[in-house]
């Protein structure tokens, strides 16, 4: 497809889109562009980092004594930190192509981490919407989403599939949607995507410019960097305190949680991931995440160096999340996937000294379908009507928007698939969450965050709660409605 092509199908996919998702604010109106926000003289440069299965405890800005991640720590003390960042699909493609859309996996069609799913070419990614208005964009480190290099790229330097292999990756090179190589390289991989990245940063151009920048850390099967071979010899990993509930039965969890694969310590299964990681002891798996964390820091680090260097630092929007969160032994559990805190929530962190004042935080609840259209925003572009999520701006500036979403609609689709963990979906508010595994034998989980943060008691029994229940499978029928949700299988 050429550029014209390209263009066109976009228009094609903005005047269909425009209707079927006028109602999809998710409790609040949508922005409708960046014409009341005052932008800053020159358009900003963007660096968009993502790690893998980062949940927001494992950063020291958050209190983790264990880990020093002092260079993405700096992203929120001299920026912004939102405490309520989530994804809508807690997995790792759908969750990439969220971000690089601003919509839904059954919007994408990108339900699942099968390599075959891409965004249709109708969809236009939000770094070729940065294109079109004069950016320069990059791609380097995993991209996981099928096709994704044969899109509008500067240049891409990036791997599919859900990892590459650590020390010695096989990597897709390319630009102008041409795959121009496909080579084995020897080296540490996410050391050799922040070299390249920096490398591609340190170009001359008269562009402002847009880096995705995706690490692989900290991935399983977790492998260490060899300068950190030694890192953590001799520490202490606590046990989180559900740790043991599998020997309770998992009292008041329904059949769908209890029965999924990815638990430590068995049981053995064909997928060699979990087999791998079942094998393997708390301490290790916690010991090897927290390495790869420490390397992204480090590499984050060198990033910033070449920044300042340039004279851009202080010119770039540096945005910091991950693609969802990572049970680390919570229920004995390991990886993501079901919609409970450690595998939906993540980090979001905003630096960007013209318009966010240091140290700031924010409470609201924000999603990875927000990512795209803050990033137009911030360019100055307007928010295609079609976009599913709200726009940052206002609250990277410290405004107390008068509406903001209430609640949110998360869905799961990989199953039957690795680790067993049945197809979900759900309502999260701000202080409830229905959780409904919707193929038969149906089961819900209902919790009172607010009362019950770990999740421990399942209140969907409890006829005390039986109007709520109601109200909030309700709330999922029409938040499928607002979202456009006419998904059906996988």
């Not at 996981?144 to 891409?156: A, I, M």
């Not at 096989?170 to 991989?189: D, F, P």
Request: glycine share 8%; with cysteine; charged share 25%.
């Amino acid at each position: 497809m050429d550029e014209a092509e390209s263009k066109s199908s976009r228009r094609e996919f903005l005047t269909a889109g425009a209707g079927a998702m006028s109602a999809i604010a998710l409790g609040s109106a949508l922005p409708q562009n960046a014409a009341g926000t005052a932008p800053p003289p020159a358009r900003p440069n963007f660096i968009f980092v993502t790690t893998d299965g980062h949940r927001p405890e494992a950063l020291s800005l958050n209190g983790n004594s264990i880990l020093q991640t002092p260079n993405i720590d700096r992203i929120g003390r001299e920026g912004i930190q939102f405490q309520n960042s989530f994804v809508v699909n807690a997995l790792c493609l759908p969750s990439r192509a969220t971000a690089l859309t601003g919509l839904y996996s059954h919007r994408t069609g990108c339900v699942d981490n099968h390599d075959r799913r891409a965004i249709p070419a109708e969809v236009p990614l939000f770094t070729e919407l940065l294109r079109e208005a004069g950016y320069e964009v990059a791609l380097f480190g995993k991209a996981h989403v099928g096709g994704l290099g044969e899109r509008q790229w500067d240049r891409y330097f990036g791997f599919p599939g859900a990892a590459a292999d650590y020390f010695w990756p096989r990597i897709q090179a390319g630009s102008y949607g041409r795959i121009e190589s496909n080579l084995v390289y020897e080296g540490y991989v996410d050391d050799l995507v922040a070299e390249r990245a920096i490398q591609w940063l340190r170009q001359k151009r008269a562009k402002p410019f847009c880096l995705i920048l995706w690490f692989q850390s900290p991935h399983a099967p977790f492998f260490r960097a060899r300068r950190y071979l030694d890192l953590y010899r001799g520490v202490t990993i606590p046990k989180p305190a559900t740790f043991d509930d599998d020997l309770k039965g998992y009292s008041g969890k329904p059949r769908a949680f209890a029965d999924a694969d990815n638990k430590i310590g068995g049981p053995y299964v064909k997928d060699s991931e979990t087999q791998d990681n079942c094998a393997r002891t708390l301490e290790e798996i916690v010991k090897d995440y927290y390495a790869g964390v420490a390397d992204v820091d480090d590499n984050l680090g060198k990033v910033f160096q070449a920044l300042i260097e340039m004279g851009q630092f202080d010119d770039t929007v540096m945005m910091f999340s991950s693609d969802h969160g990572f049970f680390l032994g919570e229920w004995r559990m390991y990886d993501k996937r079901l919609m409970h805190e450690p595998s939906i929530r993540t980090p979001m962190l905003v630096r960007y000294p013209r318009l966010i004042q240091a140290g700031s935080s924010a409470r609201q609840m924000v999603l990875n379908t927000d990512i795209a259209p803050t990033l137009l925003d911030l360019a100055g572009l307007k928010i295609p009507a079609w976009i599913q999520g709200q726009s940052l701006v206002p609250l990277l500036k410290g405004e107390e928007p008068m509406s903001w979403r209430k609640d949110w609609l998360y869905e799961y689709y990989e199953y039957p698939g690795p680790h067993n963990v049945r197809k979900n979906r759900g309502v999260r508010s701000e202080q409830f969450k229905l959780i409904h595994y919707y193929e038969d034998p149906q089961e819900f989980e209902l919790y009172d965050l607010k009362e019950d943060p770990g999740e421990l008691n399942n209140l969907y029994a409890d006829p005390r709660y039986a109007t709520l229940a109601r109200d909030l499978r309700q709330r999922i029928s029409e938040l499928r409605e607002e979202t456009d949700d006419h998904y059906i299988g996988a």
